[in-house]
T-cell receptor, first 115, second 114 residues
Framework: AQSVAQPEDQVNVAEGNPLTVKCTYS??????LFWYVQYPNRGLQFLLK??????LVKGSYGFEAEFNKSQTSFHLKKPSALVSDSALYFC?????????????FGKGTRLSVIA | NAGVTQTPKFQVLKTGQSMTLQCAQD?????MYWYRQDPGMGLRLIYY???????DKGEVPNGYNVSRLNKREFSLRLESAAPSQTSVYFC?????????????FGPGTRLTVL
């Protein structure tokens, strides 16, 4: 069975500083990894995904994520945080060998960017 | 193109009442999903429909039923609501054509059961 861990419930960062939101995963086959963002009282919005190829994936709003197979991680990063990046971030995984099955989500990390 | 829409946005029920949450998508997607979101628990899958005419249980199906009415619509029914079903419910859809699929989410329904 696949699973995702987001070890930090909350991440605080000053505006203009780089940010990292951590995610580790567990799958038996090839990992297909996703990041979503949720703004207050909204649904989840897709940010980026890793399927294969380059380990550094670029997504919406200046976010990127780095796939590290040896550490089974897929951390979300942004070089310079904005106050408007404050939101709840979810990592999700699908086992690439399991067919078209639903995504499995982590518990989420709340990012707070302080001006 | 509205994407995934959900109705109602908010609902308050008394214990034992029933209701149906509606979800529709206009992206011609094959697969649809129902999740619930609770603080500290993330998103948990209730039911999903890989294609029209099929439904499968997810992680937390007890107390819920679903109907895939047609390709566009996927409803979630609570037959006898309980306070433990107080949550935010999200519907999602995806093309269903492969395991690299991205799921797209609706705005959610906030349900309170008293």
């Amino acid at each position: 069975a696949q699973s995702v861990a987001q070890p930090e419930d909350q991440v605080n960062v000053a505006e203009g500083n780089p940010l990292t939101v951590k995610c580790t995963y567990s799958v038996s086959g090839n990992p297909y990894l996703f990041w979503y963002v949720q703004y207050p009282n909204r649904g989840l919005q897709f940010l980026l995904k890793y399927i294969t190829g380059d380990n550094l994936v670029k997504g919406s709003y200046g976010f990127e994520a780095e796939f590290n197979k040896s550490q089974t991680s897929f951390h979300l990063k942004k070089p310079s945080a904005l106050v408007s990046d404050s939101a709840l971030y979810f990592c999700a995984v699908r086992d690439g060998n399991s067919g078209n099955t639903p995504l499995v989500f982590g518990k989420g990390t709340r990012l707070s960017v302080i001006a | 193109n509205a994407g995934v829409t959900q109705t109602p946005k908010f609902q308050v029920l008394k214990t034992g009442q029933s209701m149906t949450l509606q979800c529709a998508q206009d992206m011609n997607h094959n697969s649809m999903y129902w999740y619930r979101q609770d603080p500290g628990m993330g998103l948990r899958l209730i039911y999903y429909s890989a294609s029209e005419g099929t439904t499968d249980k997810g992680e937390v199906p007890n107390g819920y039923n679903v109907s895939r009415l047609n390709k566009r619509e996927f409803s979630l029914r609570l037959e006898s609501a309980a306070p433990s079903q107080t949550s935010v419910y999200f519907c999602a859809s995806s093309t269903g054509t492969g395991n690299t699929d991205t799921q797209y989410f609706g705005p959610g329904t906030r349900l309170t059961v008293l």
